[in-house]
């Protein structure tokens, strides 16, 4: 009779990084869809219903392929990418780099992963520089706060948290995941990438089925 031991490390679950902005934009769309492509079918005479169910079939993946499917899921071990049409598994040990440019991207293994739901927005990004260089300034004409040592308290720890965009601020946090647990035994391995064939295949079944019902109207 073998016994299982028990592990002496707690499991922790993934931390997900997604777009809201990417969600909220692919359920007004999917709606849009919804409501378009339904009035053809329903309403439509001849070959509109038909054209209408395939618009659908070729648009409801893509949507929800650029908008709603893209995350990161992080944990101890490894980093999962979700992008619209592929899934790519990255140890930590394989992970060369974690950064952020115009795009958020991951480098492993001599190859570049992009990860979409890491949207990079310079506007933001100048935004936290200004305030950052703005609280910086404050700091040096006030840097004792009037002798106040709650305010000091304070103005220690507003400046040991710099301004960072959303982009750069998850950036550094897989970077730094990937340093802490690169060592770790369960972070040892080679990238996987899988094809995500339940996105692509209806696209191009309702875009050659889209074809085939304009060409013969």
Known sequence: MSSQQPTDEPVYADRVYRSSMGVVSGVLLLALTAWLCGDAVLRGSGNTPWIGLAVALCAVPLIVAFTIRPAVFANEDRMRVRNPFRIIE????????????YSAEVLAEGSKYQ???????????????RQQMRRNA??????????DPAARSRTSAAASEPMRANADRIVDELQGLAELNAARPGAQGSVRV????????????????LIVLVATR
């Open 138 to 147: 404050i700091d040096r004409r006030d840097p004792g706060s009037s002798g």
């Open 115 to 129: 990860l979409w739901s890491v949207p990079v927005s310079l506007r933001e990004r100048k935004k936290a520089n």
């Open 90 to 101: 990255l140890p930590w040990a394989a992970v060369d780099a974690v950064r952020a440019g």
């Open 194 to 209: 899988r094809w995500s064939y339940e996105i692509i295949a209806p696209a191009l079944i309702g875009a050659l089925l």
